[in-house]
C-alpha cells in the first residue's frame, strides 16, 4: 500500500483516458471506500450511479455539460460516477436553515474524495466535474425528484502520466490560533 500523503500527492486531475474498461471490482474496491466516509449523524446521504453504458455517457456528454468549457476528454471515459445525495427534511432544510451549513455538500465531499483516493490507489485516473446541467442529467438517468445531483466524476486508466501541479506552500493556506 502507498503512504496515504504520496497517494494523495500523486492525484491529479486526469483528462486523458484509455479505452480500456474499469472492471466491477475495482469500482466496488472505490465504492466501498467512499461508504465508509464519515457524515453529518451518520446519515450516509450519498448515491453513487455508475454509468458505462456508452449510449448514457454519449447523452451526458452531448445534452448535459454546460457551454463554454469543453470537455472532450470526457467522452473517452470509460466510466462517468454521478455523486448524488439524499435530501430529507432533517438534514437538506431544518440543519442547514439554523446552522447555515449543507451538511450533505460536506458528506458528499467526503466521500466523493475517498473514491478518488481510492481510484488512484489503483492507477485509475479521475477528474472532479461541476459544469453540467443538473435537470439533464436525471433526464438522463431516471432519477427521482428527491435526489440532488453535485457532481460528476469521469473514470478510467490514464492515456500518459499527469505532472502534479504546483500547491501553496502551507504557510500560505494556514493560520495558527487566530487569522493572521
Known amino acids: 500500500m502507498t503512504d496515504f500523503l504520496d497517494l494523495v500527492k500523486q492525484r491529479v486531475s ?7 474498461d474499469v472492471s466491477e471490482e475495482v469500482i ?17 446521504p ?6 458505462k453504458d456508452k449510449s448514457l455517457r454519449e447523452q451526458i456528454c452531448s445534452k448535459a455539460l454546460l457551454p463554454g468549457i469543453p470537455m472532450p476528454w470526457l467522452k473517452e471515459a470509460p466510466v462517468i460516477i454521478v455523486l ?3 435530501t430529507s427534511l432533517i438534514t437538506h432544510t431544518l ?6 451549513v449543507r451538511y450533505h455538500m460536506i458528506d458528499i465531499g467526503i466521500a466523493g474524495e475517498h ?8 492507477n485509475l485516473g479521475s477528474c472532479w466535474i461541476g459544469w453540467f446541467k443538473h435537470k439533464q442529467i436525471k433526464r438522463i438517468l ?5 435526489v440532488e445531483v453535485l ?15 504546483v500547491k501553496k506552500e502551507i504557510s500560505e493556506i494556514a493560520y495558527r490560533n487566530t487569522w493572521n
Open 46 to 51: 450519498w448515491k453513487f450511479i455508475i454509468v
Open 142 to 146: 431516471s432519477i427521482p425528484k428527491s
Open 28 to 44: 466496488d474496491y472505490c465504492l466501498d471506500a467512499a461508504r465508509h466516509a464519515p457524515s453529518a449523524c451518520n446519515k450516509q
Open 115 to 122: 473514491f478518488v483516493l481510492a481510484a488512484e490507489n489503483k
Open 95 to 100: 440543519a442547514p436553515t439554523i446552522s447555515k
Open 84 to 86: 448524488c445525495a439524499e
Open 14 to 20: 486526469c483528462r486523458s483516458y484509455l479505452s480500456k
Open 151 to 165: 457532481s460528476l466524476i469521469s473514470l478510467g486508466y490514464p492515456k500518459e502520466a499527469a505532472t502534479p501541479t
